[in-house]
């Protein structure tokens, strides 16, 4: 079993930066990936970035130069470095894990709860 708990959003101006904690206890595979994703008011829950356990890491091209993921060298905590915020950032933001997983969703087992980001203009 895998826990997954979020936590650092909150309200920002644009241009700002926040830093999301996504604190994991539990069981995981050597192969085990962790991503997250967001999902804002009446869209599709989209990926952001992802880290495998060798410690590759990949973000989303939209994304990528402002959103980086990175992780503790226990695996107990994964972060999202959120920079120069804009508005179209605001969402609710979710850490997953799963075995061999990458961009898609589904291919996630586990699941946070979300923490929400919202970003003023």
């Known amino acids: 079993q895998v826990q997954l708990v979020e936590s650092g959003g909150g309200l920002v101006q644009a241009g700002g930066s926040l830093r999301l904690s996504c604190a994991a206890a539990?069981?995981?595979?050597?192969?085990?990936?962790f991503g997250w994703f967001r999902q804002a008011p009446g869209k599709e829950r989209e990926f952001v970035a992802r880290?495998?356990?060798?410690?590759?890491?990949y973000s989303a091209d939209s994304l990528k130069g402002r959103f980086i993921i990175s992780r503790t060298q226990d695996w107990n905590t994964v972060y999202l470095q959120m920079n120069s915020l804009k508005p179209e950032d605001t969402a609710v933001y979710y850490c997953?894990?799963?075995?061999?997983?990458?961009?898609?969703?589904?291919?996630?087992?586990?699941w946070g709860q979300g923490t929400q980001v919202t970003v003023s203009s």
């Open positions: 997953a894990a799963g075995p061999g997983a990458g961009v898609k969703s589904v291919e996630y087992d586990y």
């Open positions: 539990g069981r995981t595979f050597s192969d085990y990936t």
């Open positions: 880290i495998k356990w060798s410690g590759d890491k």
